[in-house]
């Protein structure tokens, strides 16, 4: 099993700019999340999904969009990127059940310039 | 509404020194605890969680938490740190009754063992 995958790793873009990021899971979870860090912020919650064709905001929504097509697919959407968006994003999954973990990509570290 | 604090941002400790990362957690109802770890570079990765019955939990490379009510606290310990324990630890928390399905993080604990 490959876990959690993120695509791209690295990105520089320009403001106003827009690009997607991919997060794939081959573990058959239900429920998929996209977080961003920022130095002394800890991990914030952007939007979650917690089952095929179903998306909810998190604590950090606005300047991005999410689309669960597939259940192993968690695509976030960036449409007009701004320096403010420069982070480091997480995707995780987990299987449905409260007590069951998040399993976490290894990152995308975005720049916008 | 969920709050999780870590409240050192920072500890450094010489290795095969014993180590605690402090966290305390605010919420009106059950809650389940995790501690998670960072290593450069790297997503996160899941040290232990308690989620109910012995309060004293037992997690990978020999850290341990422990779980305390009445002070609202979930520390980490480890007796005797290595240089490889070097990374950015996360304490989080999830709510038992609230409809919702989010982890709340805390803004992170930096260990930096020295040689």
């Known amino acids: 099993n490959a876990g959690v995958t993120q695509t791209p790793k690295f990105r520089v873009l320009k403001t106003g700019q827009s690009m997607t990021l991919l997060c794939a899971q081959d573990m058959n979870h239900e429920y998929m999340y996209w977080y961003r860090q920022d130095p002394g912020m800890g991990l914030r919650l952007i939007h979650y999904?917690?089952?095929?064709?179903?998306?909810a905001k998190g604590e950090v929504p606005d300047g991005y969009n999410v689309s669960r097509l597939k259940k192993q697919n968690f695509l976030l959407g960036l449409e007009s990127a701004a320096p403010s968006q420069t982070s480091v994003y997480f995707c995780?999954?987990?299987?449905?059940?409260?007590?069951?973990?998040?399993?976490f990509g290894p990152g995308t570290r975005l720049t916008v310039l | 509404a969920q709050s999780v604090t870590q409240l050192d941002s920072q500890v450094p400790v010489f290795e095969e020194a014993p180590v605690e990362l402090r966290c305390n957690y605010s919420s009106s109802v059950s809650v389940y605890l995790f501690w998670y770890v960072q290593y450069p570079n790297q997503g996160l990765q899941l040290l232990l969680k308690y989620l109910s019955g012995s309060t004293l939990v037992k997690g990978i490379n020999g850290f341990e938490a422990e779980f305390n009510k009445s002070q609202t606290s979930f520390h980490l310990r480890k007796p005797s740190v290595h240089i490889s324990d070097t990374a950015e630890y996360f304490c989080?928390?999830?709510?038992?009754?609230?409809?919702?399905?989010?982890?709340?993080f805390g803004t992170g604990t930096r260990l930096q063992v020295f040689p």
């Open positions: 989080a928390v999830r709510s038992l009754s609230y409809n919702t399905d989010k982890l709340i």
């Open positions: 999904s917690v089952g095929e064709g179903t998306t």
């Open positions: 995780a999954s987990r299987l449905s059940g409260v007590n069951n973990e998040q399993f």
